[in-house]
Structures are given as structure tokens and as C-alpha cells.
């Protein structure tokens, strides 16, 4: 026992010897997720687990369909770029895996992209300190002109510095943008630090800038860069746009500190063979446990099909349509239940989420009882939140007790849903976030070591016992899953 509870409770007892009524000033307030001390409220009796919830959710725990389906992804597709002839094979893979492993009307919803193209790419500070730096250029970049560029660096510490500068301020150069990300459970710094990415090309762009280099979007230090879509606001020219590997990112910060000592820009020489495609087909792979009663609403879960070109796409996002798809499995095997199934693996997550708004368009007109998707890598589940309607607020206590084994809390109505979904829970359809730990996940993503051994088997059953426990519930509960207000 923690030594300030100890004393607590010493002197409530003495004060309630003395005077009663002087308890409450000497209470400590519960802290939250911590429970409130002995006396009125006292611990809320957690809601009883279905035996049949509980025996699906340790069956999954044991259950290897998940490592099954990403291993093949990876070994047999490997990446598949949005738009690309790798994408459809995936696509044709996912129908025949889905149809094997059981599941009913297994098909693909087709739609349209504007594609982009990778190319030969490259980059090197010709002076005062020649070397080659490790890039990688991101989604949407414009090309080099022939021969590429070589000019001064402009530096800037942070996204933010970059927005100080003046309009016009860069022509001539190319910018250096150095935030630097850092590990988070939550991933709440990918939002915060990745402005650079999303953002950063356009407003240098905006600011005349020939080129832009920035310190990759990831919490590793390596010499994989990390890549990722950067948009380009409407009326701004794009122009190339590249990520440099963290370790590359920091050398470079050091030689332009240094050349500030002494007045020597650093030049850089960059060659970015990249390219829109135009319109590209792609699709949306969908699977179906059917229910018996269409009026209580879909249950929507999935994850993206698509992939970066550097790695094979494991963790992003291999393991999220294997985590829906061995939960949904598994779910299928006990029997049929209250609401339909519906796994998607969509297309086009990584430079549009046209998959997600073709899904949406396609079938907004349908109940859905819920949206969900896994896209976060293949760390254990450590939260839970909820976007639901008064209606259900039932369900939350039985979620909450199922999810507890597994070391997963919840964290109350925080749902971001995610690119796929969310066209769904902006309709208004429920949510609930399954959140993964993302402390190591950023180490990865997007780069050239997005590969299989980066999976931890037993977290990524992990996570298929908590999408199963939710689902087992969510299935076949009474309450009423209608439209939230958001
Ligand atoms: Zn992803």
C-alpha cells in the first residue's frame, strides 16, 4: 500500500472518532481511472462478461489467422501503391483469401484515383561539406527539372518557423524544415509534428520556394526515410517535395549551423524523378458475416489495403485487415448473430482516402450500427473510447469488463475513427476506437522497414482478442446502435 493512502486513512479515521461531518473536507478526490476511496460510493460492480464473450476473446488469443493473412500479404503482394498494377493484384490476393476463409459475398467496390508515381531519386550536399543524404520524395511531389537542382538551404527549426516567413522570402532556395518527432502512446505528436509533411510543401511553395526538404515524420534514428502524402493547397504550383531520414535530417541541421558560423550557405543538389499518373482504378475489398436482423445496422471494420512502395506494408496496414479479418472470423465460427459483419479492406488510404468516400457514397443509404478500423500498427490495445448513442450507453459497462483482461481501459467518448471511416462517423454512424500503443510505431511507418519482422506475434493476438470481445458484444446486443450526434 502507497504511503499517502496510508496516511489518508489514519486520519479519517481519527477525524471520524472526533466529528462526522468534517469527513468530506479531509477527502482526497478521486483521481481519475482511480478508485474512489472506501466509504459512500464505494466501487462500482463491474458488469458480468458473457461466458460465451469470454471463451471467444481467449480463443483468440490463441488464434493465428491474423499472422496468417499479413504474412501472406507481405510475402505474396508485398507493396502495393495506391493505383498501382500491385494494388489490383492485392485486390485479386484479398477476394481469394476472403472467399477461403469462409466469409459470404466477397467483392470488389471499384473506384477512381488520381495516381502518383515514385521515380529515381536522390540527393547530396554538393558544399561546403559534399556527401549524399538518404530521401525518400513525398506523395504528390512535383519533379525536378532535368539534371535536378543545386541551391542554398533555407533552415527552419519548426512547421512553425516556416509559417514566419514572409511570402516570397524563399525564392531561390530550398527549405529545411527540422521538427522533430517524439514517441507517443496516443500518436497525438503525429498530428502535431507531421503538419510539416502535410502542410510544409505548400507554404513553402507559397513562400517561393524551388524545393523542400524536411526531417521525416518518425520517432527512429535511422537512415530510412520516412515518406508519406504531402497536399498542396488549391492555386499553389507543387513543387518536389522530400523527407531525409532523421539521421540524414540532423546531419544536415548540423552543417548549415555550422556554414551560419561562417557565412557558408549549404548547397544541396536534388534530383526527384516523381510523378502524377493521372486516373488509376482501385477498389474496395468487402466480406460479409451475415445477420439476421437488417434493421439493427451494419457493423462496418477494416483497414486499408493499400501500402507505401518502400516497405511491404506490414504494420501499415497489413495487420489492421488481418486484425479485423481474424476477428470477424472468429465471430462467424460461433454462429450467426444479431448484425451483419461487413469487413472492408479499402483501397486508397494513404494518398486520399478515396476508399473510405467511395465506401461512404456507396452506402450511406444502409443502417450501420457502427464504424471502426484498425490502422495503427500491431502494439498491444491499451484504450477503448466510445462514440455512441444515449441508447447504448448500456453497452459501455459490459465492453469495459470484457476489454479489462486484456489490459485495455476506457478512455470515454474519444473517437478519431480514422482516413476509412470517418466519411461513416461523419454521417453519423457510431464509433468505437480500439487504440493501439504507437510508441514504436512511428519508428517504421512509411519506410523501407515496414516488414513483417516487425510484428509481435502476441500483440497482434492481442489485438484480435479485443476486436473479437468488442464484436462478440456489439453483434448481438439489444440496445438500439442509431445515429450519434457528432
Ligand atoms: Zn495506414
Redesign the pocket.
Known sequence: MKLSALALTTSLLLAGAATAQQAPLLRKPALPGKPPLPGKQGAETPAPVDPAVAALRERALHDDTALEVVTGLTTEIGPRPDGSEAEGRARDWAVARLKALGFAHVHVEPFTLPAWQRGAESAAVVAPYAQPLHIAGLGNSAPTPPGGLTLPIAWFASFNDLLLAPVGSLQGKIAFVTNAMQPTQDASSYGSEGRARFMGPSEAARRGAAAIVIRSIGTDHSRAPHTGATDFAPGVTPIPAAALSVSDAENLERMVKLGQADNRPVMLHLELDDHQLGTRPSGNVIAEVPGTDPAAGVIVIG??LD?WDLGTGAI??GA?VAITTAAARLLMQAGPHRRTIRVVWFGD??TGGFGGQAYAKAHAGEPHALAAES??GADRVWRFGTAFPDSAATVIPRLTAALAPLGVVHGGKLVDGG?DVEPMLALGTPGIDLNQSALRYFDVHHTAEDTLDRIDPDQLRQNVAAWTAMLAILADAPEALVAVKR
Open positions: 483497414g486499408h501500402s501499415d496496414d489492421g488510404e494513404e490502422d495503427l482516413t
